[in-house]
């Protein structure tokens, strides 16, 4: 096994050291908030037999834990009774198979644990899921890079190791495995994976793949259409290519319509569930919520205390500066896609009018960036290492602090150290070496 190899197995081992040592199940917390509000929809369907029953959870919640309240997003549907979650249910057809595994073995271990969608063996297993997600993306990066880089090991290493352990990929495929981050990723490393596969050699099932993992992204959270630019764009170095770029599309028409069609299937389910517990094909469930482009808040969610995204993932940073620099010569198919979908990405999120996306670590929703941005951090270590020694020693040990910083914010944050929604200048400072054993 190659350097990377022994990478994967290390961030694997200590996801989950960190997941098992948290053990949010044990006080039956997995629920309670955002992960709640993707996962309801499996209960609703296959115990209550009722996909208006989103409220089952709440009454679970309260039963297991009188006097607490949970938040999952909750909406009435007032024309036909009942109620539904706001939150898309992408995460939720992602975990399928995860969840009726748990409910098969609460089913059978004789009345210890309640069948009920809510008890611990539920909320164990859908935190296992979150965390195979991400070492399941992480996989499929590896396969990427190692294909563009395929005599470079030390490269594909030092790339998988910040993305892996740098970034808050790292909290959110072990502390908050139950949100939607982890799946994310993966579907955006599959998508990557199969556009770069198709472009190569124009097999069918590449293309369906891009189909199906940008289908399955947009389930799970309707902006990631935004990733429909990476395949658009990939290979594009030049106006010339534009025409040549129809021509290969009208080519492939009857493979490129099966992919739509694919990606259409995917999407469509949500409107399908809408359609069955409102009586309408277009639901907007977030209500209050709304994008506001004419007012971003760029410089708040890259780097304010309260979640910048450079402030608390400065690997991403990096990352970024060998999309915009080396990339264009080390991998010139990647720089256009990449370029303009982490622009329009980071533009589109921090226009949500609640910018700072509730609780969480550091800029969660930018976590399915991450595989591109893999390809600009390998770009730029590839010509560090051109420049010579110590430019290449400076980036290497720069990832390095990276990897440590993130470590120890992922430890802090767990331990309420880094608040989940509140930081400020002066407390991050001021409890900066702080941490709870």
């Keep these: 096994m190659r350097a990377s190899g ?47 029953r989103a409220d089952s959870l709440e009454i679970l919640h309260r039963t297991y834990k009188p006097g607490t309240d949970v938040n999952i997003g909750l909406v009435p549907v007032p024309e036909r009774g009942g109620y ?52 399941l993306g992480l996989w499929v990066l590896r396969k990427l890079l190692r294909r563009y880089f395929p005599a470079d090991e030390p490269t594909v290493a030092w790339t998988l190791a910040a993305i892996g352990l740098g970034t808050n990929l790292f909290c959110y495929a072990s502390l908050e495995a139950a949100m939607a981050h982890a799946p994310l990723f993966l579907w955006q490393a599959s998508l990557l994976y199969c556009t770069a596969r198709w472009y190569e050699n124009r097999r069918p099932q590449f293309l369906l793949g891009i189909g199906l993992f940008l289908g399955l992204a947009v389930l799970t959270r309707p902006t990631e259409i935004l990733y429909v630019l990476v395949p658009l764009l990939w290979g594009l170095t030049s106006v010339a290519d534009l025409r040549a770029r129809v021509a290969l599309w009208w080519q492939h028409r009857g493979p490129l319509l ?21 009586g309408h094909w277009l639901f ?46 080390q991998l010139a198919a990647a720089w256009l896609p990449a ?42 270590l590839v010509r560090a290492r051109a420049h010579g020694r110590p430019a290449y020693t400076l980036l290497r040990a720069l990832l390095v602090l990276g990897i440590v910083l993130n470590l120890w914010q992922t430890r802090q944050y767990g331990a309420g150290i880094i608040s989940w929604d509140d930081t400020t200048a002066e407390a991050y400072f001021s409890h900066f070496f702080d941490v709870k054993l």
Excluded at 19 to 44: A, C, H, I
Excluded at 354 to 377: H, T
């Design 6 to 52: 022994y990478l994967l197995l290390l961030t694997g081992a200590l996801l989950a050291l960190l997941m098992f040592q948290n053990r949010r199940w044990k006080p039956l917390e997995v629920f309670g908030t955002d992960p709640g509000g993707y996962y309801v929809y499996l209960p609703s369907a296959f115990i209550y037999h009722d996909l208006a």
């Design 84 to 135: 539904i979650t706001k939150y898309p249910l992408g995460v939720a057809l992602a975990d399928v198979p995860w969840f009726l595994g748990a409910h098969l073995y609460a089913g059978l271990s004789a009345g210890k644990y309640a069948p009920d969608g809510f008890s611990r063996p539920y909320q164990q297993i859908i935190m296992v899921a979150g965390l195979a997600h991400a070492l």
């Design 258 to 278: 099966a992919a739509g069609l694919v990606f259409g299937l995917v999407v469509g389910l949500q409107p399908l569930f809408w359609c069955v517990t409102t």
């Design 284 to 329: 907007y469930s977030y209500r209050n919520e709304h994008f506001d482009f004419l007012h971003p808040h760029l410089l708040d969610g890259m780097l304010s205390f309260r979640k910048g995204w450079l402030l608390y993932t400065p690997l991403a940073g990096l990352a970024l500066l060998g999309v915009v620099g080396p990339l264009r010569r």
């Design 339 to 380: 370029l303009a979908t982490a622009v329009a990405v980071v533009y589109v999120t921090f226009s949500w009018e609640q910018w700072w996306y509730g609780g969480g670590f550091s800029a969660r929703p930018l976590i399915s960036l991450y595989p591109l941005l893999a390809l600009g951090l390998a770009a730029l």
